[in-house]
C-alpha cells in the first residue's frame, strides 16, 4: 500500500541499520493489516543521535525503535522512561506522545518472555533456577524479565565475570552470579537455559556449553537467529529437550510497538517467521 499524505510514520534508527530486520517485519504486518503507514530504516550517526530523534517527533513521526549503537544513550535523550528501559539501562523503542515528549520503552524482555510461553507453555517460573550465558544487554533485559516473573534464582555466567557482577547489583536478588568455569555445573537442576552470547551466530563458533547433564524437562533459548538453528538448539533437539529460537524474541519485542503506533495488535504467525527466517 502507497502510504497517502495522512499515513502514520515509524522506524528504527541505528548505525548502520541495514543488518535491521524491523523494516520487514513492521512492513509485513502494516500490509497484512492494510495499514496506512510507513515504517523506515534511519541511517543516523552517533554524534547526531539525540538531535535525529527529537526531529523524528516534530517531522510527525509516532515511533522510533532504537537499535545499535544508540540503545543506552537513547535513555538520555527521551523526556520519560519505562521501569524496563530504567532497570536495563537502555531504550528499544521510542514513542512520541501527543505533546511531543518522548517516551522509552524496552520491550527485549518482554518479547523474550512472550515467545518463550509460547513455545514453552509448560515451563513455569516456579519450576527451578534459570541459567542465563552472557551479561551484555540482552542479558540484562532477560535476567530483568526472569526475576520479575518469579524465577528463584537466576544464575549469570559470563566469560568476563565484572560483566555479570555489574547485572547483578543492577537487579539484585534472585541473581546469583557463577563463574565461566563452573557453567556447565550450573545447568544441573536448572529448568531454564538461555544463550544470550553472540556465540553460535553465523560466522561466530558454537557456544562452548556442554548440555548433557541438564534435565530432559528443561527448555533451552538460544537468543541468536541467525542461523535459526544454532549447534546449542541442535544439541538440545537431539537430547529431547524443548529448543525456543530467537526469533521469536525478535518478533514478539515489536508486538508493543505496532499496537502503540499503528493501531493493532499484531499477530506472531508461521508465515511472518518463514519471512523473515528467509531475508536474515
Ligand atoms: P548484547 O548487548 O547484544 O547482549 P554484547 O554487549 O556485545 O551484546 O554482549 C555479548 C555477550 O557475548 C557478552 O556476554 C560476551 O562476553 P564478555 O562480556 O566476556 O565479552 C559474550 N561473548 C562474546 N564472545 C564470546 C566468546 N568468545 N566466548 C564467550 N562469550 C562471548
Not at 522512561?81 to 521510542?94: C, F
Not at 551484555?136 to 524479565?145: D, E, K, P
Not at 547433564?213 to 538460544?222: I, P, Q
Amino acid at each position: 500500500m502507497i502510504p497517502s499524505g495522512q499515513a502514520k510514520l515509524a522506524g528504527v534508527m541505528g548505525w548502520p541499520v541495514g543488518h535491521s530486520c524491523s523494516p520487514r517485519l513492521f512492513g509485513y504486518w502494516l500490509d497484512k493489516y492494510g495499514i496506512d503507514g510507513a515504517y523506515v530504516p534511519l541511517a543516523v550517526e552517533p554524534r547526531h543521535f539525540g538531535q535525529a530523534l527529537r526531529t523524528s517527533a516534530v517531522m510527525g513521526f509516532r515511533g522510533i525503535n532504537i537499535t545499535v549503537p544508540h540503545k543506552t544513550v537513547a535513555l538520555g535523550v527521551v523526556d520519560e522512561a519505562d521501569e524496563a528501559a530504567r532497570r536495563i539501562g537502555a531504550v528499544n523503542a521510542v514513542t512520541v506522545r501527543d505533546d511531543g515528549s518522548l517516551w522509552g520503552a524496552n520491550t527485549d524482555g518482554f518479547g523474550f518472555m512472550a515467545h518463550l510461553r509460547a513455545r514453552a507453555p509448560r515451563w513455569r517460573a516456579a519450576h527451578g533456577p534459570a541459567v542465563v550465558i552472557g551479561a551484555g544487554g540482552a542479558s540484562r533485559a532477560i535476567c530483568a524479565a526472569l526475576c520479575d516473573a518469579g524465577v528463584p534464582e537466576v544464575r549469570i555466567v559470563n566469560r568476563t565475570v565484572a560483566r555479570a557482577e555489574a547485572v547483578a547489583i543492577a537487579l539484585g536478588d534472585p541473581i546469583k552470579v557463577m563463574p565461566w568455569i563452573a557453567r556447565t555445573s550450573a545447568l544441573e537442576d536448572a529448568s531454564l537455559v538461555v544463550n544470550a552470547t553472540t556465540q553460535g551466530m553465523a560466522k561466530e563458533p558454537a557456544l562452548d556449553l556442554d548440555i548433557a547433564g541438564l534435565g530432559k524437562d528443561a527448555v533451552v533459548y538460544d537468543i541468536v537467529y541467525a542461523p535459526l538453528e544454532t549447534p546449542l538448539l541442535r544439541a538440545a533437539r537431539a537430547a529431547g529437550n524443548v529448543a525456543v529460537d530467537g526469533l521469536g524474541m525478535l518478533i514478539h519485542q515489536a508486538c508493543p510497538s505496532f499496537k502503540a503506533w499503528f493501531g493493532v495488535e499484531p499477530d506472531v504467525d508461521e508465515n511472518l517467521r518463514h519471512d523473515l527466517a528467509q531475508n536474515i
